[in-house]
């Protein structure tokens, strides 16, 4: 079966850096791309960018270029969000969610979720 | 502020129907068949519910349905059940520069 399979939480200070992992299992992972999407306490869902699995392209959200990285691990089926320069308003929980070949903005499976908390 | 717009809270009795409404944009729902809804339970990742407008994915009941006209989408929940309460977050294509936008999410509640 599909599993997306996040790193556990992290508390940094503002400034830093974070870089949360995703391992996928149960499917071939070059043939997908790999969406990252957070959210905020109380808030909706927000989506930061995507990678190919399969030639490692990437598109960010305008509102993170520059501080956002998405790369891949084809040898252990894993993708990263790195995040840097982080703010009290980058707390927030994040998923990396794997997206319909067809449908570049629809995610069939989705990772538990990583807790990013920034706090001086 | 989301780029699409969504009721903030919707609710309806067991049995009943509801419609949830997304309005974007000619730069976005108008111009793509690539509208998705999610359904979110509290402390739980989002689950695809439709994707391509009104296509369900494998298991997703089909009480759920989803309908585009112009620049606003709807997800339409028929024979409401207590598990449906939960925020519904509607996600459009928006274009090889903006990529991708969701909704601001809404609250069904089941009275």
């Known amino acids: 079966q599909v599993q997306l399979v996040q790193s556990g939480a992290e508390v940094k200070k503002p400034g830093a850096s974070v870089k949360v992992s995703c391992k996928a299992s149960g499917y071939t992972f070059t043939s997908y791309g790999i969406s990252w999407v957070r959210q905020a306490p109380g808030q909706g869902l927000e989506w930061m960018g995507w990678?190919?699995?399969?030639?490692?392209?990437?598109n960010y959200a305008q509102k993170l270029q520059g501080r956002v990285t998405m790369t891949t691990d084809t040898s252990t089926s894993t993708a990263y969000m790195e995040l840097r320069s982080l703010r009290s308003d980058d707390t927030a929980v994040y998923y990396c969610a794997r997206g319909l070949a067809t449908s570049p903005n629809s995610f069939d499976y989705w990772g538990q979720g990583t807790l990013v908390t920034v706090s001086s | 502020q989301s780029a699409l717009t969504q009721p903030a809270s919707v609710s309806g009795s067991p049995g009943q129907s509801i419609t949830i409404s997304c309005t974007g944009t000619?730069?976005?729902?108008?111009?793509?068949?690539?509208v998705s809804w999610y359904q979110q339970h509290p402390g739980k990742a989002p689950k695809l519910m439709i994707y391509e407008v009104s296509k369900r994915p494998s298991g997703v009941s089909n009480r759920f349905s989803g309908s585009k006209s112009g620049n606003t989408a709807s997800l339409t929940i028929s024979g409401l059940q207590a598990e449906d309460e939960a925020d519904y977050y509607c996600c459009s294509y928006a274009g090889s520069s903006t990529y991708v936008v969701f909704g601001g999410g809404t609250k069904l509640t089941v009275l």
């Open positions: 990678i190919s699995a399969y030639n490692g392209n990437t």
């Open positions: 000619s730069s976005d729902v108008g111009s793509y068949n690539l």
